[in-house]
């Protein structure tokens, strides 16, 4: 039975646009829970920093070798305030004309809970040589040189992971480094040894350091000429710094690194007098990275958390119009917490399966329940599929944007320009304005009334 309405009422003329507006508004609602899950990511991500933090202040920490560096102590006379000439001690810094550096590393993982944190352990071998030293051109007389006072400096990141004694071969000499270094303006701790030094001739040097570290092993570029490489059973090496190799090689198994640096790529001279050098910008090296970080994953995922609520409330918008069946406001609610709450299940299913299963998971789960539902309010199993298919196609776009990072901007584009196109096609011919005449039936069997629309 069909009751014609003569005078539609201004709710009856502006209905569209009226749901509209408001399905706009509960997307906005929606913002809210996701904001609270993304920042439940940031709060696990904190727990797995802090555990990670808590290994390697038990084992060691990243590692930086910086050196090694001679200080050549000298005296000079200076003019005090009263005007006289007070001797005073200062010292010279020179670095290698020639370094060569040859590292193994054995990395692992360390389990703490539900995290991983990547440890290692390193043998190193450091050698070079100085050249006849350049007291001309740092304009300091032989005479002034406080010779038995030289020593070979280096520093690395966190002592606690010097496994063993440092042995200094240093013109065939062997000795052990000492802890400490003598008081200056470069390096305020590290290891050091006393060396002799013949200003006429050529030094070289060997030193032998097992070091452990977690996350990344580091080296600074202090050779006139500095050449690196490094071997390690790792398959997922990040090669980071201000140097990248020159060459590598990755396998599953293992990977190796060389790389070859000259002076004119750093700003700090090889040699110079009683000041600092800033070595940290030019530090290169090695970081092991684990293969698959679910925390990162998950926290790109929910950025993505307002477009799919949006094209979802978007999707049942268009078939609440087009099947002329009414959606309230607190269905749609629903649908957004059940879209909202698959990040949850995303994050806390992935601490223990790893992103993908997670995401396939928690997807499944998701599609299925909300699929189960746009059934039961449509009573249509076609469009249940329909929607189930689409929802499905989504979620499939967002693991593809979210596995490809660097082309995630162009499947983005296009992804959206398509989206755009079909809600455009399937919305050509809906009376926006609502200038037809409406009437009101009740479908047989259910008691719902439904909206539809007659010439």
Request: aromatic fraction near 12%.
């Amino acid at each position: 039975m069909y009751t014609d309405q003569k005078e539609p009422t201004f709710w009856e003329r502006n209905r569209i646009l009226i749901k509209g507006l408001l399905v706009g508004f509960l997307i906005m609602l929606m913002l809210i829970p996701g904001l609270l899950v993304a920042e439940l990511v940031h709060e696990r991500q904190q727990r797995q920093q802090e555990v990670v933090n808590e290994v390697s202040s038990k084992w060691a920490g990243a590692q930086t070798v910086v050196g090694p560096v001679l200080m050549l102590p000298y005296k000079e006379l200076e003019k005090a305030s009263d005007g006289k000439l007070v001797e005073s001690t200062k010292i010279a810094y020179i670095l290698p004309d020639e370094l060569h550096i040859n590292g193994e590393m054995q990395a692992k993982e360390k389990k703490r809970s539900l995290y991983s944190v990547m440890l290692y352990h390193s043998d190193l071998k450091l050698a070079g040589k100085f050249n006849m030293l350049p007291l001309a051109s740092l304009q300091i007389a032989p005479e002034s040189v406080i010779w038995q006072d030289a020593r070979l400096v280096i520093t690395v990141g966190d002592t606690r992971g010097i496994e063993d004694q440092v042995q200094l071969d240093w013109n065939g000499s062997k000795q052990f480094m000492d802890a400490g270094v003598p008081n200056n303006k470069l390096l305020t701790e590290g290891l050091s040894a006393p060396v002799t030094i013949n200003a006429q001739s050529p030094s070289s040097f060997s030193i032998s350091i097992s070091l452990r570290g977690s996350d990344h092993l580091y080296f600074t570029p202090v050779g006139k000429t500095t050449e690196t490489d490094i071997v390690a059973n790792w398959k997922d090496p990040a090669f980071d710094g201000q140097y990248l190799p020159t060459n590598s090689e990755i396998t599953d198994k293992n990977f190796r690194a060389h790389w070859k640096i000259l002076p004119m790529s750093h700003s700090y001279p090889q040699h110079w007098k009683d000041n600092s050098q800033d070595f940290s910008k030019a530090a290169f090296g090695v970081k092991l990275i684990q293969p698959v970080d679910g925390y990162a994953k998950t926290n790109r995922s929910v950025k993505y958390a307002i477009l799919f609520i949006a094209l979802t409330f978007t999707f049942f918008f268009f078939l609440e119009i087009l099947q002329k069946r009414q959606v309230h406001p607190l269905q749609y609610l629903l649908v957004g917490i059940a879209l909202t709450i698959f990040y949850a299940l995303l994050l806390s299913i992935s601490e223990y399966t790893g992103f993908n299963l997670a995401y396939l998971i928690a997807s499944v789960a998701t599609i299925s329940l909300i699929g189960l539902y746009a059934w039961s309010m449509f009573r249509s199993g076609r469009t249940a599929l329909g929607f189930t298919c689409a929802l499905s196609a989504l979620y499939g776009y967002i693991f593809v944007l979210i596995q490809s990072e660097d082309y995630a901007l162009l499947f983005g584009s296009i992804g959206l320009f398509v989206i755009i196109a079909i809600i455009m096609y399937y919305s050509r011919r809906i009376d926006w304005y609502g200038v037809t005449h409406h009437a009101v039936k009740e479908v047989p069997g259910t008691g719902i009334e439904d909206i539809s629309s007659v010439t």
